[in-house]
């Protein structure tokens, strides 16, 4: 039987109830249209083929109510059935050349500046995109919004700081590849920049760890006293870092808001992050 056909009789296997709910013969459904963007999004990460059952793991949805939308996609060939599965066709192809066209004429910069200005209006801190300076184990503080408070973090453009002791250089170690971070710390010569600076290179690689699993790095006076910084780093479509965003506040204004300030940080930068074309990777 050709893969086609195998793929068919999947689709055919699928014909049970819906409740109304999921019923995707309705067009206009919200629902809907996620799901078709999310089909097309696990479709494009993946390096092989995904066969429904694979799809409705990976996405966490009924079989049942993707069956009639891969039909859909189907027909007007945003997928093709292939090997028992389904991949990008050529309709996705053009969609996704169109989008890039789009993005190319919206610049990355303004993505980041706007979405800058939203986080200092959720945050009411001051929010700032550091990016590593090569050659150099330094990060330079290139774009800021400030906050409006009378007591706010301040910083000139062009200003640099050490990687271990800022949240932002803590974001692009934790991104940075492993035998890189390996390097950094050997020959690293932490020096005190505050009472509280973290100078034990044990610690500061166990700080870096967390800040990789968390998705977010946080420093409480490490760099400054008085001064928490929140930051998570910013990849492009080709999955490189550009930066990290941060948010850099008083301690003393955020003694019981430091755990939501790390979720505002990690969903900014993770929506810029896809605004630029990065899809994080599925698992399968």
């Known amino acids: 039987m050709s893969a086609e056909r195998a793929a068919c009789r999947d689709l055919e296997a699928e014909k049970v109830y819906v409740s109304p709910m ?41 079989k049942s109510s993707l069956a009639a939308l891969l039909r859909g996609l189907a027909e007007d ?4 059935s292939v090997e ?33 200005r939203r986080l200092a209006g959720r945050s009411h801190e001051t929010v700032l995109l550091g990016v590593r300076d ?9 774009d800021v919004v400030e906050s409006l408070n009378a007591v706010r973090f301040a910083v000139a453009i ?28 050997r020959r690293l010569k932490p020096g005190q920049y505050s009472s509280q600076t973290e100078t034990d290179k044990r610690r500061l690689a166990e700080a870096i760890a967390q800040a ?18 929140t930051a998570s780093v910013i990849f492009d479509a080709a999955g490189s870092v550009i930066g990290a965003l941060i948010v850099a506040a ?8 430091r755990a939501e300030l790390a979720r505002m940080v990690r969903e900014e930068a993770a929506a810029i992050s896809r605004s630029l074309g990065y899809r994080a990777p599925t698992g399968r």
Not at 77 to 80: A, E, H, L, R
Not at 98 to 107: F, G, I, K, N, V
Not at 217 to 229: F, K, N
Not at 250 to 257: F, I, Q, T, Y
Request: glycine share 10%; proline share 6%; with cysteine.
């Open 22 to 62: 999921l019923n995707d013969r309705r067009p206009n459904s919200p629902q809907s249209v996620t799901r078709v963007i999310l089909i097309l999004e696990a479709l494009c990460t993946s390096p092989t083929p995904l066969s429904l059952a694979e799809l409705s793991r990976v996405l966490g949805t009924p």
């Open 77 to 80: 060939d945003f997928v093709i």
């Open 84 to 116: 028992g599965g389904y991949r990008l066709g050529p309709g996705a192809f053009g969609l996704g050349s169109a989008l890039t066209e789009a993005r190319r004429r919206l610049q990355s910069s303004d993505l980041i500046r706007e979405s800058m």
């Open 134 to 142: 090569r050659g150099a184990d330094m990060m330079t503080y290139v």
């Open 158 to 185: 062009g200003d640099r700081r050490p990687l271990y002791c800022t949240a932002g250089g803590r974001a692009l170690l934790a991104a940075a590849p492993e035998a890189d971070l390996e390097l950094y710390l």
């Open 212 to 229: 990789r699993d968390a998705g977010v790095a946080q420093t409480v006076d490490q760099a400054s006293d008085g001064v928490t910084g």
């Open 250 to 257: 008083p301690s003393s204004r955020l003694h019981d808001g």
